[in-house]
């Protein structure tokens, strides 16, 4: 197992593990706080694990962590106590319904909510000594367009950007697709439109992101679908459980559970390396670079 030490180690020294399946790691991000990030990234990971997909759950969300809350669990120690040296990794890790693994971030701590370059590179480290059997990682992002976020998107194999029928959420997402494009090269992005009232809002809401996108960057939006506004899955989140596994007949837990389907569908990494590396891999390659995007930019007024 990876000592706190760890967490400051260098790129080099990043072990090389044996060849295994890959692992599909997707990215939950949205820019705007609040649209339903934590909600997306909770049922998605349930939902890929009805689906017989062994899944964590990584809470990257330092500042404002819930995934832990939403799923009623009771974390004895989260990242930030790995990164300052008060426990390993493997401690982190909990058992949620059906086997679904979570790693919790840790809420309130606002001197943490970006990880420097060199605890991206433990974290490295430390996942690739985990060595934990696993089909699909689901990454819950902070909102924001942070070096940390970019990092963990530009990294996964697929993005989703999680997006509501509000002028800033629309704006927020063109803003972390453009930096996204243009200064990390991600060439396609997943839109999800969540709190719908309609599916043709939900479409709506992604050809205003796409026509803009389309016109001004080099980057290819696919329409995941839509989460409708539900009432249930309030009524989960009151209950501390993924909605659908508290109402899996309702209309959000449907929608999720299609989603997961279309997830399962996309092209797996491809590469000799298997386990959690080939995400781990781009993180550590990536964990330097990058820098926020501009928010005065002209381009914002044409979204919204
Ligand atoms: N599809 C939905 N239907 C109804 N309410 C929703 C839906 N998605 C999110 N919410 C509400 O929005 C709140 C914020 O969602 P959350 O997933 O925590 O957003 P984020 O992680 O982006 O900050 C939730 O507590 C819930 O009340
Ligand atoms: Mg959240």
């Known amino acids: 197992m990876p000592s706190p030490a760890d967490f400051n180690a260098s790129a080099s020294s990043a072990p090389v593990s044996a060849a295994r399946a890959p692992v599909r790691v997707i990215a939950v991000a949205s820019g705007k706080g609040g649209v339903g990030k934590t909600s997306v ?13 062994r899944t964590l759950l990584l809470d990257t969300d330092l500042g404002l962590a819930n995934v832990d809350v939403m799923l009623g669990l009771s974390p004895q120690f989260t990242l930030a106590d790995v990164f300052a040296g008060r426990c390993e990794l493997q401690d ?21 909510t970006e990880l420097l370059p060199q605890q991206h590179i433990g974290l490295v480290n430390a996942f690739c000594q985990l060595d934990l059997p696993l089909d699909a990682m689901v990454v819950d992002n902070a909102a924001g367009i942070s070096d940390s976020v970019l990092t963990f998107c530009q990294a996964a194999q697929d993005v989703i950007v999680v997006v509501c029928d509000e002028p800033a959420s629309v704006t927020d997402a063109y803003a972390l697709i453009k930096v996204l494009s243009r200064e990390r090269g ?10 719908v009232n309609n599916t043709i809002e939900g479409k709506q809401l992604f050809e205003k992101l796409e026509r803009v996108s389309a016109r001004f960057l080099d980057v290819t939006l696919h329409y995941l679908g839509a989460i409708p506004r539900d009432e249930w899955l309030r009524r989960a989140i009151q209950r501390q459980e993924a909605v659908v596994e508290a109402f899996p007949g309702c209309p959000s837990a449907l929608a999720f559970r299609d989603i997961a389907r279309r997830a399962n569908s996309w092209q797996s990494p491809a590469g000799p390396r298997g386990g959690v590396e080939f995400f781990m891999e781009r993180l550590v390659a990536h964990s330097a670079g990058g820098g926020a995007a501009s928010t005065n930019d002209p381009l914002r007024s044409a979204v919204a």
């Open 41 to 53: 990234s909770v049922n998605l990971a349930m939902s890929l694990v009805h689906a017989g997909q």
């Open 186 to 195: 991600v060439t396609r992005v997943q839109v999800l439109a969540n709190q």
């Open 92 to 112: 982190t890790l909990l058992e949620g319904p059906r086997g679904l693994w979570v790693v919790p971030a840790a809420s309130g701590k606002r001197h943490m």
